[in-house]
């Protein structure tokens, strides 16, 4: 049991500093095109509210909830019992997610004036080009809750490495997208910075991508169905309670900081760099 739990740290630690590697390096490649500039603090506030609702409704609360659901339910009902429930769970997601995406691409602009300082509207354009990246970025939460929930079942059923890569891959779409967009969008007469959204819904995609040859290999095949009076879906969601609620008071001090910093020209940009660059040492070693 030792000798398993540690190859399986092993190969989680090592996928996951080629991500953390990976995500430097995608910083790196923001930097070298956008700086601090105001296409960057841009991208940044419009990043911020997908992720803050990704933190909330997908990868934070929610696999915590699902997760031992999902074994409970493979280890008294077997494979068709927990597909059933995987499937129930991520249908769920798309409707919620789908909803908050419609809400969030409508109330866009009063979204992102609440997420900034007074200031932030100063500099010309800066405010218009933020909604527009925000609204373009939203649909990034419901991609993300499905690459969560399949990375929940791979886990559950001790596929490890698929899961773990998957962020590189995302990280290295990204990469791709910004490279290659930047130049053609600026050719097109359209922002370059839109390079980098059309990187992070690509991303979100190609994270689902790298793990459906595994889930599909274990026998999953997704229904339509969305049952709420399912017993696994309803301790899902109980679970997801308190989960959301811590999840919720440490976002305060998340959501603070950008209204803060979007006062000052290029600070949005900088402080979601060195937050990444600082919790870099975190994500290799601790997650």
């Not at 493979?74 to 499937?87: F, M, N, Q, V």
Request: charged share 15%; aromatic share 8%; net charge positive.
């Amino acid at each position: 049991m030792t000798g398993k739990l540690a190859k399986s740290a092993g190969l989680i630690g090592a996928a996951t500093f080629s991500s953390r590697i990976l995500g430097l390096v995608r910083d790196q490649v923001m930097t070298a095109y956008f700086g601090t500039g105001l296409a960057a603090d841009a991208f940044a506030v419009a990043t911020r509210i997908p992720t803050l609702l990704r933190d909330l409704f997908a990868e934070g609360a929610m696999s915590a909830a699902f997760v031992p659901t999902f074994t409970r339910t493979l280890e008294r009902g077997g494979k068709p019992a927990a597909w059933r429930l995987g499937s129930n769970v991520i249908n769920g997601l798309l409707v919620v997610t789908g909803l908050l995406v419609a809400l969030g691409v409508l109330f866009a602009e009063p979204l992102t004036r609440a997420y900034t300082d007074a200031k932030f509207e100063d500099i010309p354009g800066k405010l218009a080009l933020t909604v527009e990246l925000t609204r373009v970025n939203l649909p990034f939460l419901t991609l993300i809750a499905i690459a969560a929930a399949y990375m929940g079942m791979l886990n559950a059923m001790r596929r490890f490495v698929a899961p773990a890569l998957a962020p590189s891959t995302y990280n290295v779409v990204f990469i791709a997208c910004t490279a290659a967009g930047v130049p053609a969008f600026r050719a097109l007469g359209l922002p370059p910075i839109m390079a980098a959204s059309m990187g992070m819904l690509f991303g979100g995609v190609a994270q689902i991508a790298s793990q459906w040859p595994a889930i599909r290999a274990e026998g999953y095949r997704h229904q339509w169905v969305l049952d709420p009076k399912d017993a696994g879906l309803r301790e899902v969601l109980v679970l997801m309670g308190p989960g959301s609620l811590g999840v919720a008071a440490a976002q305060i001090n998340i959501f603070v900081n950008p209204v803060l910093a979007t006062g000052i020209a290029g600070a949005a940009a900088a402080l979601g760099y060195a937050f990444r660059l600082m919790y870099m040492p975190v994500g290799i070693i601790g997650v």
